[in-house]
Structures are given as structure tokens and as C-alpha cells.
């Protein structure tokens, strides 16, 4: 069966620090990935999206990126993070065809202060 | 660009009634449309999934509808228990593509 991990669970950094967040998924094989935040208050909203190695597209402006160095790996990054990167990150994948369900991992919770 | 709506932000029930979670879109041509639940600091756990052909999907106590001309969709929730406690998302995903919209969620509390 398919199984998706994120980590680290929680993370609490200050304001201009770098970030590194991972995402794997195993038991599937060209899944697409997504990363999604939930902002306190907010609903999700998608950050980046994957359909392959190296295949990053962002939704919306900001200063986080993404990169997908293997097939089931998934990584969101910022060199420097401000207070509004606050909140609850998802990540998700789905099968390698268009419009699929989509299932999402257990989160990262992050605080910058 | 595809909004999605969710009435009501909120909901208190006590436990054994029958509930209806309402969602709202504007761009009816969707693919397909998925109910999730969050429970609180966790991931989503899909729950169903309707695609743009089909009238409503069920599954146990779960019973979800779309109407797609009119840009709607409900999520019937019988018999409520305790454990039903959570957020309930709807999200779509427009035929152009494979990103999901999602709304902005109902908080479910069902009261022993």
C-alpha cells in the first residue's frame, strides 16, 4: 500500500532562517506531489505541484521554492522565512493521470517567530 | 478563477442528529469533487470522491450529492456520533487541469 511521510512534524524558527521541508512517498511509482499551506483561520491553498523529476510549477509569488530530486521525493525550501510563513504545510500526491484523488500526508507545522 | 464556498464555517449538533454540510462553487466546469476530513493538526482523509458525471456517491453513514449545473454539492452525515468531530473540507478540480480548489471548510462538533 501507498504511505506518505513529511517531516520534521513541528518546527519553530526565526524570522530570516532557512527552511527545509521533505516529503517521500512509497509504494507508488511518477506520482504526481503537491504542497499545500493552511494558514491559521484559512483554507489551503496550493503552493507547488509535480508531475515529474525536476518538473516544478508554482501556483503563487513568494519566497518559497520547490524541487523534486527523486521520483517519490518532494522539497520545499526558503533561504530566508518571514512571520507569514507561518502555518500548517501539506503535503500530497496523487496517481500519474490527470484528476485524481488525491492523498494527503499527516503535516508539518510551522511557526516562524 | 474557480472559488469554492462552505456553509456553515461552523456547526454544533448533538449527537445522533442528521446533518447536511453545504458547499458551493462558481465554475461549474469541474472534473470531479472530493469531500475530505481533518481532524484537528492532522492531514486530510479523503472520504468521497464524485466524478462530474455522477449524481452522488455513499459510503456507510456518508452520503454526498452534486449538482453541477447549479454549482453545488452536500454532504449528508446520519445518524451523528462524537467521532464525527472534525473539519470537512470539499475541494474540485476544474477540467483544465489537476489542482484542487478547496473551500474553506465547515468545523463539525457532535455533543455526547
Known amino acids: 500500500s501507498q504511505t506518505i511521510h513529511q517531516w520534521p512534524a513541528t518546527l519553530v524558527q526565526p524570522v530570516g532562517s532557512p527552511l527545509s521541508l521533505e516529503c517521500t512517498v512509497e509504494?507508488?511509482?511518477?506520482?504526481?506531489l503537491y504542497w499545500y499551506r493552511q494558514a491559521a483561520g484559512r483554507g489551503l491553498q496550493l503552493l507547488f505541484y509535480?508531475?515529474?523529476?525536476?518538473?516544478i510549477s508554482s501556483e503563487v509569488p513568494q519566497n518559497l521554492s520547490a524541487s523534486r530530486p527523486q521520483d517519490r521525493q518532494f522539497i520545499l525550501s526558503s533561504k530566508k522565512l518571514l512571520l507569514s510563513d507561518s502555518g500548517f504545510y501539506l503535503c500530497?500526491?496523487?496517481?500519474?493521470?490527470?484528476?485524481?484523488?488525491?492523498?494527503f500526508g499527516p503535516g508539518t507545522r510551522l511557526l516562524v517567530l | 478563477k474557480q472559488e469554492v464556498t462552505q456553509i456553515p464555517a461552523a456547526l454544533s449538533v448533538p449527537e445522533g442528529e442528521n446533518l447536511v454540510l453545504n458547499c458551493s462553487f462558481t465554475?461549474?466546469?469541474?472534473?470531479?469533487l472530493q469531500w475530505f476530513r481533518q481532524d484537528p493538526g492532522k492531514g486530510l482523509t479523503s472520504l468521497l470522491l464524485?466524478?462530474?458525471?455522477?449524481r452522488e456517491q455513499t459510503s456507510g453513514r456518508l452520503n454526498a450529492s452534486l449538482d453541477k449545473s447549479s454549482g453545488r454539492s452536500t454532504l449528508y452525515i446520519a445518524a451523528s456520533q462524537p467521532g464525527d468531530s472534525a473539519t470537512y473540507l470539499c475541494?474540485?478540480?476544474?477540467?483544465?487541469?489537476?489542482?484542487?480548489?478547496f473551500g474553506g471548510g465547515t468545523r463539525l462538533m457532535v455533543k455526547p
Open positions: 475541494a474540485v478540480i476544474n477540467n483544465a487541469g489537476n489542482m484542487l480548489t
Open positions: 509504494g507508488t511509482s511518477n506520482p504526481n
Open positions: 465554475d461549474s466546469a469541474i472534473y470531479n
Open positions: 464524485i466524478q462530474s458525471s455522477q
Open positions: 500530497a500526491w496523487s496517481g500519474g493521470g490527470v484528476q485524481e484523488t488525491q492523498y
Open positions: 509535480s508531475v515529474g523529476i525536476g518538473q
